[in-house]
């Protein structure tokens, strides 16, 4: 297979399937304040519907170049969708809010193994010179689908209650089943590699530990000491769990990539901006729902222009990252992402809609170039051989650190508000360390470009 043009319906199956499962990523933003009025809960409790899934997400996304070697690409994917449509099934009926985050943690374990497989066979499949353009046709799943999701369920959520959105789940992924079941192929050959199941379980725990911690600060206020410990417990973990990958000789995650620059800058500028992407598709709907008192369908279509946006720029800022390397690109996003987040430090109720939904629309494409440009940076430089592993770093630090991170700023936005329910003071405050975070991103894009090879004539 050499090209994406004679391997079309195979790269639709798989890009079908890690539509489905990125979809769903935010989907539970737009439904929350239904979930906590049906289950009688609070936000912070809440949250945890999109923090687990994300979490279980990179945990498996650890797992994936292991995955990748071992099974056979169509049996592999059919099984994740099939994992994947069970959890959909549990949240359909679920009864009460903890089915409905065991559910959550089902679709988690589907939905993690998607996208990376479909970024390993797309770098498989195109030649070294367009592996731009390939995970810009990736960046379209990772940046559109989660900020799709948000219009969808708000349009769900108001016309058919929360629980459609499962249903809609579960008739989509059966469809992408059977399409997949007519159209996918296997990559490769299956190897006979190992798991190591202590690096697994280190992992895990680390990330667990450490986004319990988060969550606590909020949710459920505890003596300081416990909170440190549970830091201090996650660290451990993940600390031991660094220090066994560069002993291994097949490690979970292949750390050693870290001594490429590209990697070491990909990972961070990779991670700072999906950090930033998951908060402002929280805080964004928030601001229009709860500040502006306006609906979750309204709320869903002030976004639409951005998801149609990363949809749109994904794929040219492959090209463009292809001709002019990742640095210019990166530079680019970043300005494009302050000038789309710093106006939401003042806007109020009062703001006007359409000026709102230009702003975000503007943080949108910002987020779509970085994006790409930093998936792009992290795998250019790698053997073949290895970009499994690399996009396997990137994918999993991407979703339990930005969601880490992203919880972070979310309950520093509630702190601000405390003791009252988040405000614009809160929304505003988190508006301002995005934009902060931001300017890191400038930076860190400049200093990358600087260091970086000059493009090919």
């Known amino acids: 297979m050499s090209s994406f043009k004679h391997n079309k319906l195979f790269v639709f199956s798989l890009m079908f399937a890690g539509f489905i499962g990125s979809l769903s990523q935010n989907m539970m933003t737009a439904a929350l304040p239904a979930i906590l009025s049906s289950f009688h809960t609070d936000t912070a409790k809440g949250q945890w519907l999109t923090n687990i899934f994300i979490l279980i997400l990179g ?144 992992y895990s725990a680390g990330a667990f530990f450490l986004m319990i911690a988060t969550t606590f600060i909020n949710a459920f206020p505890l003596p300081i000491w416990i909170l440190l410990l549970l830091f201090a417990a996650g660290i451990v973990c993940l600390f031991r769990f660094a220090k066994r990958q560069l002993l291994l000789k097949s490690p979970l995650l292949e750390l050693r990539l870290f001594c490429y620059t590209s990697v070491k800058y990909a990972a961070a500028l990779f991670l700072i901006t999906f950090t930033l992407m998951m908060c402002g598709t929280t805080l964004f709907p928030l601001y229009i729902q709860t500040i502006c008192g306006r609906s979750a369908t309204f709320s869903g279509l002030l976004c639409l222009p951005g998801s149609i946006m990363i949809a749109v720029v994904s794929p040219a800022a492959g090209r463009l990252a292809d001709r002019f390397r990742p640095g210019p690109v990166c530079i680019a996003g970043a300005l494009l992402l302050i000038i789309g987040t710093l106006p939401f430090i003042f806007f109020s109720q009062e703001s006007h809609m359409l000026l709102v939904c230009f702003i975000y629309t503007l943080q949108c494409t910002g987020i779509a170039l970085l994006l790409t440009a930093s998936l792009t940076m992290g795998v250019y430089r790698i053997p073949l051989a290895k970009r499994s592993h690399s996009t396997a770093i990137l994918n999993s630090f991407r979703q339990v650190f930005g969601s880490l991170f992203a919880s972070l700023l979310i309950t520093a936005a509630a702190m601000i508000c405390a003791p009252s329910d988040l405000n614009l003071s809160g929304i505003r405050g988190a508006f301002l360390i995005m934009t902060a975070a931001c300017v890191i991103l400038l930076f860190g894009s400049i200093r990358y470009h600087s260091r970086e090879d000059p493009p090919k004539s």
């Not at 929360?162 to 469809?175: H, Q």
């Open 59 to 202: 945990i498996t996304a650890a797992a994936s170049a292991y995955l990748f070697s071992r099974f056979p690409t169509k049996k592999l994917v059919l099984s994740a969708l099939g994992i994947f449509m069970i959890g959909c099934a549990l949240s359909l009926s679920a009864q009460n809010f903890y089915v409905l985050l065991l559910s959550r943690l089902i679709q988690g374990v589907g939905a993690g193994v998607l996208i990376p497989t479909l970024q390993i066979s797309l770098l498989h499949i195109f030649p070294k010179e367009n592996h731009g353009q390939a995970l810009g046709i990736t960046g379209i799943i990772i940046g559109f689908a989660p900020a799709a999701g948000i219009t969808l369920a708000g349009v769900f959520v108001d016309s058919f209650g929360w629980r459609s959105i499962f249903l809609f789940l579960l008739i989509l992924g059966a469809a992408i089943w059977m399409f997949g079941f007519c159209f996918l192929q296997n990559i490769g050959t299956p190897l006979p590699v190992s798991m190591d199941y202590s690096s697994l379980f280190l």
